[in-house]
């Protein structure tokens, strides 16, 4: 953490109230994002027991699995859940626009500008926490391998229809949220603490609920019957609350984000009414003539209610807190990059969709090691693609780069034309350009500012006078047009501020990896034939 | 001592408990695991740590029971002996083992403890996370590799008091359902290191009594005394709180209420305060970047300014972005 967010948070304590830690929003919110807030039962890999999901915050769609050992039950589960979600990423994978993309010619081998589809927009998952990253990832690696009737009729246990078809989305969505500045899927917390500084750790942070209180604490007439105090509480005592305070019963008033219920809930009151469930079910079942079993089926409904308003009460808190934190980050303006980030995004949503459409088989267990490499390598591009970014569309980032010295700062005190040597001279003219700011320059390193949009770069001649006294000479190489003379408002004038960085602007690719069939005896060899992975063998306790 | 009744008291309760959910699922799968007189525990023994040796075709498990944590010991340092002079192999299920923390005895049950033929010792870890794909949650991987650490250490204690003193594996076995299902994987974990930093840190631990010859004369945490003088007698033991505690002590949320109270930094996470160098509360690090107190000599005190100016410019900056922005 750079000193400049130390501060802040210091500055969150003494003040009482979160603190900006960015000027601008640095990730895309869609206008219609799809909200998922999961809960699971305690003790099983994952097994949901409930979740609220849905595009509009007024008409959210409750699911509940009433007893989660059920196998049958968590298929019914998981089919509501596609229902809900397939339509979505329908809606957006119709919906394209033309676009190039250069591809390699397989028979000639050059490279050829192709005309491909693009989806105009993406759908997008928020997630209310990083463990509901890793339950997204959990479902779609739970689904995606299952196999309904109609793959194999013989199959024991068929999956719903659709519901591998999810699993397959899903991980790509939980993978894609791996690649930094990606927006397709988000943890609420997580973008939250991006843009403000709070006076708690950042463990405390992963708090949705306690994070809230510190960027937006509720006014201080609050609700008073749910026992609320009355004054203006500061962000420390109103996250207090949020993380521990709990109502006569003993159970919390802000029921964590999930997924994991609380311990307290589980056991006082979820334990019995799916115990009154199961009893309700096993009479139903043994249930001897009609009327008989209308009034135990009415019983069963009950409980089945009964279960459906305790998972209720616990998901509904978190799914108001993420509309709430989704309109405190939308009230921020988006930076100038994010649109460009999105694009990426775009097209990892219309990959997936070609490659589903095209019926491939879906993402192996464990990926080969050029695929590994592939992400690997594109996580990292993406990452210093997402710093450079971020520093370039919010002055608050680039104050830490300049305290790093990794960015400068400062007026442009002289500027003399001057020409490269050589048979066509170019324009090379040199800045003078004074700053506070302490940059890491190396002799005759390249620093670049943002002329337009574009990067123009410049080379560190030296110091005027001494290091300390901050007078720099910079010699501008490219960016001024063709001519002998640079083009108007492409070379700083005296008087002018600028702002230069030690990073580029724009991120190479690495060194090209070598297909598929060329992988090294090193990293295993040709990954071979591919095999259809088989489907997890089902047991009678299988929790997902 | 009762820390959760002591942090209840205090006003701060833990917010620690186990669901039954998860409990049941547990012991459930422990002992799934651990039936059939242990054949399918000993085969994963056999098959990830010694693969070498005769397969576990028949296994002893000795009866561990016994009067009292220091009789059950006793009784599986007797067992671990016999074990080893019968040969072959052997399933101690909960043996309990001793260990001197800071000065005081601490009793430790490792859910079951292996004798190869060969005479050495395993400690096999049962725990109900998945492993999925053939890797599991690296934290929670983590934590049950510090906790067989700590059995380890034990363990070669009581190795060391037979001769020859039989050799403890530094590689145990973590047992975890297997996928989305029910039946039991295994995989070796080295916990060399662990077992290395749990080791200097135990020789490094101040003495139980040497910290209770500072405390003054009566001080008492029983759960039944009054709230105040509880506090009190919490207090008068210094704590160092950081937010890791949260997850691992009951008075976390206590000790947290106080640190935050003195505006301690440390209380928004130690590299935080790594990096202030010797200011360590909150008014003492801001007055110092507003240039109110601090020596401006002083890298810390320097570097904090700057950063305050760079901040508060950039915020103004942002305030106003229509004016004219070289940056951006």
Redesign the interface.
Same mark, same amino acid.
């Given at each position: 953490? @750079? +000193?400049?967010a /130390? &501060?802040?948070? +210091?500055?969150a304590?003494?003040t009482g109230r979160a603190q900006?830690a960015a =000027?601008?929003r640095h990730r895309r919110l869609s206008d219609r994002p799809l909200v998922f807030v999961p809960l699971t =039962?305690?003790?099983?890999?994952g097994a949901p027991l409930g979740a609220l999901v849905g595009t509009d915050r007024d008409a959210a769609r409750l699911l509940v699995v009433p007893q989660p050992r059920d196998r049958d039950l968590r298929f019914a589960f998981l089919a509501e859940l596609a229902d809900v979600v397939l339509p979505y990423l329908d809606s957006y994978a119709r919906d394209v626009e033309a676009a190039e993309r250069t591809e390699t010619d397989p028979e000639t081998g050059k490279r050829v500008k192709v005309e491909v589809e693009l989806c105009a927009d993406a759908p997008q998952l928020i997630v209310p926490s990083r463990a509901g990253l890793d339950f997204v990832r959990?479902l779609g %690696?739970?689904m995606r391998f299952r196999r309904t009737a109609e793959q194999d009729p013989e199959a024991p246990h068929p999956a719903p229809p659709r519901v591998p078809l999810l699993g397959r989305w899903l991980t790509h969505y939980g993978e894609r949220a791996r690649v930094p500045g990606s927006s397709l899927l988000l943890a609420l917390t997580d973008v939250l603490s991006r843009h403000w500084a709070t006076?708690?750790? @950042? !463990?405390?942070d992963q708090h949705l609920g306690a994070l809230l209180a510190w960027i937006d604490p509720p006014p201080p007439s609050a609700s008073p019957e749910q026992g609320a105090p009355q004054r203006a509480r500061t962000g420390?005592e109103a996250a207090q609350w949020a *993380? &521990?305070a709990r109502d006569d019963e003993g159970q919390l008033r802000c029921p964590p984000a999930g997924p994991a219920? #609380?311990?307290?809930f #589980?056991?006082k009151l979820l334990?019995p009414a799916i115990e009154r469930y199961d009893r309700a079910r096993t009479a139903f079942a043994a249930a001897e003539d009609a009327v008989q079993a209308d009034d135990r089926l009415a019983a069963l409904s009950a409980a089945e209610q009964h279960v459906r308003d305790l998972v209720e009460s616990r998901v509904r808190p978190t799914w108001d807190a993420v509309w709430q934190g989704l309109d405190l980050l939308r009230a921020l303006p988006e930076g100038?990059h994010v649109e460009e980030r999105w694009t990426r995004d775009r097209w990892s949503f219309t990959g997936h969709r070609d490659r589903v459409l095209a019926g491939e088989p879906p993402q192996p267990? %464990?990926d080969d090691a050029v695929t590994a490499a592939n992400k690997l390598a594109t996580r990292e591009r993406e990452q210093s693609r997402l710093e450079a970014q971020e520093a !370039?569309?919010?002055? +608050?980032v680039?104050?830490?780069r300049? +305290?790093a010295g990794e960015a400068f700062?400062g007026e442009v005190t002289d500027a003399v034309m001057a020409y490269s040597e050589g048979r066509r001279p170019s324009p090379r003219p040199l800045v003078t350009v004074r700053t506070d700011d302490r940059p890491h320059l190396a002799e005759r390193a390249k620093v670049y %500012? @943002?002329l337009g949009g574009k990067p123009q770069a410049a080379e560190f001649v030296g110091y005027e006078g001494a290091p300390e006294d901050g007078v720099l000479v910079l010699r501008i190489v490219d960016k001024m047009g063709r001519g002998k003379e640079p083009e108007p408002g492409s070379v700083p004038e005296k008087g002018?501020?600028?702002?230069f960085t030690l990073f580029e602007h724009e991120q190479r690719g690495g060194a090209k990896l070598p297909d598929p069939e060329e992988t090294p005896w090193t990293h295993g060899g040709p990954p071979g034939e591919a095999v259809p992975e088989a489907p997890?063998?089902v /047991? $009678? *306790? #299988? $929790? &997902? | 001592m009762d820390k959760a009744a002591l942090a209840d008291r205090l006003g701060a309760p833990s917010g620690f408990g186990q669901s039954q959910f998860a409990l049941t699922r547990g012991n459930a799968f422990e002992a799934k695991v651990k039936a059939d007189g242990g054949a399918e525990l000993l085969r994963l023994v056999h098959s990830r740590l010694d693969p070498g040796a005769e397969p576990p075709a028949k296994a002893s498990v000795p009866d561990l029971s016994a009067h009292g944590p220091e009789g059950r010991t006793a009784r599986t340092a007797l067992a671990l002996r016999e074990a080893v002079d019968a040969g072959g192999w052997t399933l101690l299920d909960h043996p309990m083992l001793a260990l001197d923390v800071a000065g005081s005895l601490a009793f430790l049950e490792p859910d079951a403890v292996v004798v190869h033929p060969d005479g050495s010792w395993t400690v096999v870890e049962i725990k109900s996370f998945p492993m999925l794909d053939g890797s599991a949650d690296p934290a929670k991987v983590g934590a049950a590799a510090r906790q067989s650490a700590v059995y380890v250490l034990a363990l070669e204690d009581v190795a060391a008091r037979l001769d020859p003193a039989p050799r403890v594996r530094h590689r145990v076995l973590l047992v975890c359902p297997r996928d989305f299902s029910n039946l039991p994987t295994a995989s070796a974990v080295d916990v060399r290191k662990q077992r290395a930093v749990t080791a200097r840190q135990l020789a490094r631990l101040t003495r139980v009594e040497d910290i209770a010859g500072t405390l003054p004369e009566g001080t008492c945490f029983a759960p039944d005394r009054p709230a105040e003088e509880l506090t009190a007698a919490v207090e008068s033991v210094p704590a160092a709180y950081a937010p890791e505690c949260l997850s691992a002590c009951e008075l976390a949320f206590h000790c947290r209420g106080r640190s935050r109270a003195d505006g301690a930094v440390t209380s928004l996470g130690r590299p935080l305060r790594a990096e202030l160098g010797g200011l360590s509360t909150v008014e003492d690090v801001l007055s110092a970047a507003r240039g109110e107190s601090g020596d401006p000599d002083d890298p810390a005190v320097a570097a904090l300014r700057r950063a305050a100016a760079l901040r508060a410019e950039a915020l103004a900056q942002a305030a106003g972005r229509e004016v004219a922005d070289p940056c951006h």
């Open positions: 953490m @750079s +000193l400049i /130390t &501060l802040a948070r +210091l500055e304590v003494s900006p =000027t601008v =039962t305690a003790g099983e890999a959990l %690696r739970s006076g708690q750790s @950042s !463990l405390e420390a *993380e &521990l219920t #609380d311990p307290a #589980d056991n334990a100038a267990r %464990r !370039l569309d919010d002055p +608050l680039m104050a830490g300049r +305290l700062a %500012r @943002s002018d501020a600028v702002c997890d063998t /047991t $009678v *306790e #299988d $929790v &997902l | -």
